[in-house]
């Protein structure tokens, strides 16, 4: 017990926590999963998916169906079931449920500043964008030539507005530029959420900067490993991780002068909770970090659920559901492209 949360939290959060409980009830399980890698075309996936909560959103889809489709429908899903429970929150309940589409918000911004720089039409950029992080001037993201107007013409009015004071500089927009950009932008949003959680206190604080610092920590292995044979120097690379975590900041130290893939297992070894993700890789192999990252990540999530009266599974069911659209998609795709052979591949199992 961290505090009093148990005499109060009732009052404003017992409903939204037993709707997020029960849609976590709805979560495919590993025997769903089984029988969806036994499908043979997407209308297979389809049937398999009517029995489930998905259903509702798939039956008035004709055949033949695309990828595409599935995954734009069990979207919808989640951010129907997202709406509703914004609607429903009150303070602070309402702005951690707003933090959790911040990380969408960049990954549109940062999608359709691309697609912008490589000419691509700005309305298919839109649909490509994640509904959940969609706000009203996402559309003129098109006009700004560098950082300085993408701020004052666009994004001073949305929540991302105070993580853009590290990165306004008037260089023009190009591929690394963006990349560092959306590096720094995340890792401004990192540590706000993790002092937003720290300012709440109790369960809430406890379980969600250990989720935060798991995403912090990852990400700075992303960042080592994909900025290895670049241009960013060393000091670049430092600036862009978060000031909190399991790595920092003597990880961090390390992490900034590794050259290769060994070299950052080498530096993660060291750290009990990663060891066993780095011990499923053979040496000088990256392909499988991912997939080896997403099975702890969804190992810590699932344990959110373990304890009451605390936000973190409003977090924890998000990420859940992502994970599980993800699933769904590699699995379409292997189906739709004759690649059942793979289907095991990226199949991250939730329960």
């Keep these: 017990m961290y505090g009093f949360e148990a005499m109060t939290f009732n009052i404003h959060g017992g409903y939204l926590e037993a709707i997020v409980r029960g849609h976590r009830s709805g979560l495919l399980t590993a025997s769903d999963y089984n029988n969806l890698c036994q499908c043979e075309t997407l209308d297979d996936i389809k049937m398999h998916l009517s029995a489930t909560e998905y259903g509702p959103y798939l039956q008035n889809e004709p055949s033949p169906l695309h990828t595409t489709t599935i995954v734009e429908k069990c979207t919808l899903k989640l951010v129907d ?4 429970m914004l609607c429903q929150a009150t303070e602070p ?3 951690f ?7 969408h918000m960049i990954d549109n911004v940062v999608l359709i500043v691309t697609g912008t720089l490589h000419e691509r039409d700005v309305q298919e950029l839109l649909e490509k964008c994640h509904p959940l992080g969609m ?4 559309a003129t993201l098109a006009v700004a030539q560098n950082m300085r107007e993408l701020y004052r013409l666009v994004l001073v009015d949305t929540p991302l507005a105070p993580y853009f004071s590290e990165c306004i500089t008037s260089e023009d927009l190009d591929d690394m530029n963006i990349e560092i950009m959306r590096n720094t932008l995340y890792k401004a949003y990192l540590e706000d959420f993790y002092r937003f959680c720290q300012k709440l206190g109790g369960a809430t604080s406890e379980i969600m900067s250990d989720l935060l610092a798991f995403e912090a920590d990852r990400r700075a292995v992303n960042i080592t490993i994909n900025s290895i044979g670049t241009e960013l120097t060393r000091e670049d690379r430092r600036k862009l991780y978060s000031t909190f975590g399991l790595l920092y900041p003597y990880g961090h130290e390390e992490l900034a002068i590794c050259e290769d893939i060994d070299q950052v297992r080498g530096v993660m070894e060291k750290y009990p909770p990663y060891q066993p993700i780095f011990s499923k890789l053979s040496y000088g192999e990256s392909q499988m970090l991912d997939k080896a990252f997403y099975e702890e990540e969804v190992k810590r999530l699932c344990l959110s659920f373990e304890q009451q009266f605390h936000y973190g599974v409003f977090f924890a069911y998000m990420r859940l559901r992502e994970q599980e659209i993800r699933n769904l998609m590699w699995i379409s795709e292997c189906v739709a492209q004759n690649q059942k052979s793979r289907v095991h591949d990226s199949v991250v199992f939730i329960f």
Excluded: A, R, V
């Design 93 to 95: 309940m309402s702005t």
């Design 135 to 138: 706000f009203d001037s996402i």
């Design 97 to 103: 449920l707003e933090y959790i589409t911040y990380g």
């Design 81 to 84: 079931e997202y709406k509703h």
